[in-house]
Structures are given as C-alpha cells and as structure tokens.
C-alpha cells in the first residue's frame, strides 16, 4: 500500500481557515486520495475524497497537487468542533478481489486555539 | 439513518470469559468492518464482510471470532483474550467493496478493558 506523510500536529486560529497538508509521492494512477477525521472520544468520520481534480463539499474542500503527490485539506472556517486527528488516506479502486481497504497512518492532531 | 450503532459501550472481561461485540446498520450497505484501535494510535484494520461473507482477515488471532448474520448485524466473539488486546472496537460499513471507493460511516465503538 502506498504511504503517506502528514505533520504530527497542527494548530490553527478559530475562525481562520486550516490547511492541512498530506504527502504521497509513491501514489499510483488509480489510487484514491481520501481524508477521514477522529474527534474525541469518536469513530472516525469520512471528510472527503478524490482522485484527480479539486473537490469540494459541505465539511472541506481538497485540493490535489497537479502531480498527484501532493495534498492538502482546507477547513475553510476552523471552529472548536474541528479539533480532531485528520487522516490522509490512499486506496486503490476497490475490484471483486482487491477490496476497500482504508488503511490509516498516524494522521495530524488538529487543534484549534479559541 | 446514517448510524452505525455498537453494543455495549464498554466491556470489561475477564481472560477465561466469552463475550460478543454488536453491530448494526441500517443504510443497506451490503460491506461491514471491524477495527481495532489502541490509545493515541491509527485504527487497525481486522475483518471485512462484503455481502455476509469474510472477505478480509488481517491476519487477526483466532481468539477473534467475526460473524455476519445478515446485511444488517456484525458481531465480533470474543474468547480467552490476552489483556493487550485492551483497545477501542469500531465497526463500520459502507455501500460496497467494488467500483468506485464509497465512504465507510463509523460506529462510536466498543472500549474493552481484558482483566
């Protein structure tokens, strides 16, 4: 499986966007860039994914580096409830005989300074 | 319905006892997963279920028991365990295991202490 890399821990204002990066630059072609968060005390929970373009969606938006070994997250608003460990994760298509397997490195303890 | 429900909350047992973690879905995913997470750690990934059958064994020791009764429940059977397999349960499930990756929902997991 393809690793990545992500700081250990990142602090950010309230009410200012976060950028979180994610490095992979043994990425395959058809592998799937995917972001997870934990909150306290939680299971994780799904942010967002993507392969080749931008994506955006209600929680974050993702932007992916033009030679795909590259990532970062964008919390475009950092409130308190976003303190969290954020997982990058990659993951090939899921076939009939490789099958969905989110792997999860140490991710990024997020903080938010009130 | 977007929850993925766990029972019980926390577990404590003894080495010699048997007990059975719950999980329930009602989103209709046809894959189901069961983690394991040690504190201040990444979740592990142990089983997966993909339409009632063992699709994924991570190499997980036999005192490890997955079950899938139906599209609906997961269980984990639990028997003579050791206590580092002290650690937080978490279930989850998602729409499928082939095509496209679709997002797994994540149940709020099991905390089990092994005495």
């Known amino acids: 499986d393809a690793k990545t890399t992500q700081p250990n821990s990142m602090e950010s204002n309230e009410e200012e966007p976060v950028h979180l990066p994610c490095n992979h630059s043994?990425?395959?072609?058809?592998?799937?860039i995917h972001w997870y968060r934990q909150l306290p005390s939680q299971g994780p929970e799904y942010v967002i994914h993507?392969?080749?373009s931008n994506v955006n969606n209600r929680m974050a938006s993702l932007a992916i580096a033009e030679d795909r070994k590259s990532s970062t997250l964008i919390l475009h608003r950092a409130t308190l409830r976003d303190a969290a460990v954020y997982y990058c994760?990659?993951?090939?298509?899921?076939?009939?005989?490789?099958?969905?397997?989110?792997?999860f490195g140490p991710g990024t303890s997020s903080s938010v300074i009130p | 319905d977007t929850e993925v429900t766990q029972t019980p909350k926390h577990l404590v047992m003894g080495m010699t006892n048997k007990k059975s973690l719950k999980c329930e879905q009602h989103?209709?995913?046809?894959?189901m997963y069961w983690y394991k997470q040690k504190a201040k750690k990444p979740p592990e990934l142990m089983f997966v279920?993909?339409?009632?059958?063992?699709?994924i064994n991570e190499s997980v020791p036999s005192r490890f028991s997955p079950e899938c009764p139906n599209s609906s429940l997961l269980n984990l059977h639990l028997h003579a365990l050791q206590p580092e397999d002290s650690a937080l349960y978490l279930c989850?499930?998602?729409?499928?295991?082939?095509?496209?990756?679709?997002?797994?929902?994540f149940g709020p997991g099991t905390r089990l202490t092994v005495t």
């Open positions: 989850a499930s998602s729409q499928d295991t082939s095509g496209s990756p679709y997002e797994q929902y």
């Open positions: 043994t990425i395959s072609g058809t592998d799937y």
């Open positions: 993507g392969l080749t």
């Open positions: 994760i990659l993951s090939p298509p899921a076939t009939e005989t490789s099958y969905d397997k989110v792997i």
């Open positions: 989103m209709g995913h046809r894959a």
């Open positions: 279920y993909s339409y009632e059958k063992l699709s």
